[in-house]
Structure formats: structure tokens, C-alpha cells
């Protein structure tokens, strides 16, 4: 079994200047599987996906890859054209935490993986200065085009993108069984968390609340409540 990293939260930057060199990119979706981020950075089309991806201009993996939990709260909505069903989205204004995983990249590499996010070819470098002196910057008007600084790890910045809107806001949406069976399975690699714990914070989730109990959630991923499973059942969100 893998041995994974112990869990971090960003740092205020109170003013610090993170170096230039690299930056962490915070998937909280699909990008939580390894496997799945390398196509956005070495090219290519996923096992049973709809999309090709073309990749970075440097193909090398991340330096490192850390769980972290981020400040606010995953809401799904709008719909997925890959998945079917409502979208995940960041709040960081929203009370409670959101579990995710950092990937140590460069500038580059992340704006190319930024690009393809936003359906766009990479190729060309994002000014990341408003994010990190405002904690947020609004790139464009669509749905993963808002760029969200949170702090900084080990003198790093982190960066992940988002929705303009708050969840507040936003018309929440169901999530498909195939994407919560992705975001289980992607909280499992980066978090170790087991099935159920997944399925439990899962079901709480704006737009998966109400329509997805814990036990349809497992259900859905082929388990059932109380299975013993390896994993940690420490920093859970609130």
C-alpha cells in the first residue's frame, strides 16, 4: 500500500513572496487520480473519454503531489458534458473545508493545464499576480475560469480554479452516479479515506444533498455501509 503524505493546509501569504519557480496546483475533481492529471500534462485521451487533450508544452510529471484541505466547501451544479449531472465547484468563501490534492508544478505547466480546463490551447502564460496579491482573480466568463490563491505550502503558492459565483448563489445540481464514483475513488488515492467516508461526505454536498444519501452513494460504488476498508479517517471536513 502506498504510503501517503500527511495532510496540509495552505498558509496565509501575510505579505510573503513564494518563489516563482514552482507552484501547487490543487485539483479537487477528476484531476484528485494521477493517472487522469497526466493526460492534461503529457497529452492524450482518457480510458472512455470524449476529450483529447493536447497536453503541456513541459510533459514531465508533477515534483510532488500532497492531500490537502482547502478553506470552504465543493458544490456541484450547471452539467457535465463528460459526465452527466451537476459539476463540481469551489467556494472558498463558504464556511467548512474541502479535501483535495496539490501537485507541485511549474508556472508553465500550470497554465497549460489551466488552458485545457477552460477549453482553450495552452501555450500561453497566465499572469498569476492578482490571485496571489487578492486571493482570487476572474479570467474569463466561464465555468472554470476563476483563479483562486488560497496561501502558500513549503513557500509555494497554491492555485486551483472555479466558478465566478458563490455557491450561494449558483442553482445546484444532482451529480451522476459516474462522477461520484470518480470523486470516491480520487479522495481514496489522494486521502486515503475509505469508501464510506467518501460516500458520507459526498452525500452532504450542496446539489448531492437531498437527492444522494450515504447508502444510494455506496449503493453506487458497489459497497455497502460498515464494509472494512484501509484508510485514514482523520482530517474530515466540516
Not at 482547502?70 to 468563501?93: C, H, I, N, R
Not at 485545457?116 to 497566465?126: K, Y
Amino acid at each position: 500500500m502506498t504510503t501517503l503524505s500527511a495532510t496540509r493546509r495552505p498558509e496565509p501569504l501575510n505579505g510573503h513572496e513564494p518563489s516563482p519557480d514552482l507552484v501547487w496546483y490543487a485539483a479537487y475533481g477528476s484531476n484528485m487520480h494521477l493517472d487522469r492529471l497526466m493526460y492534461y500534462i503529457a497529452g492524450g485521451c482518457p480510458p472512455g473519454g470524449a476529450r483529447t487533450y493536447p497536453g503541456c508544452r513541459d510533459p514531465r510529471p508533477p515534483r510532488a503531489a500532497v492531500p490537502v484541505m482547502l478553506p470552504g466547501q465543493l458544490y456541484f451544479a450547471l452539467e457535465s458534458k463528460v459526465w452527466t449531472g451537476g459539476m463540481g465547484f469551489y467556494d472558498q468563501t463558504d464556511d467548512g473545508e474541502m479535501p483535495a490534492r496539490a501537485y507541485l508544478v511549474t508556472p508553465e505547466q500550470f497554465s497549460d493545464i489551466a488552458a485545457q480546463e477552460m477549453h482553450e490551447l495552452p501555450g500561453r502564460d497566465l499572469d498569476l499576480s492578482q490571485a496571489l496579491k487578492l486571493g482570487s482573480t476572474r479570467l474569463g466568463p466561464g465555468r472554470y475560469e476563476t483563479l483562486v490563491c488560497p496561501g502558500q505550502i513549503d513557500g509555494y503558492a497554491v492555485y486551483t480554479f472555479t466558478a465566478p459565483w458563490r455557491r450561494i448563489d449558483a442553482e445546484v445540481t444532482r451529480p451522476s452516479a459516474a462522477y461520484l464514483r470518480n470523486f470516491a475513488s480520487g479522495l481514496r488515492e489522494a486521502h486515503g479515506w475509505t469508501t464510506e467516508d467518501a460516500a458520507r461526505y459526498l452525500s452532504t454536498r450542496p446539489g448531492a444533498a437531498g437527492s444522494w444519501t450515504t447508502a444510494a452513494i455506496l449503493k453506487a460504488l458497489g459497497s455497502e455501509p460498515g464494509s472494512s476498508e484501509p484508510g485514514t479517517r482523520e482530517q474530515k471536513p466540516r
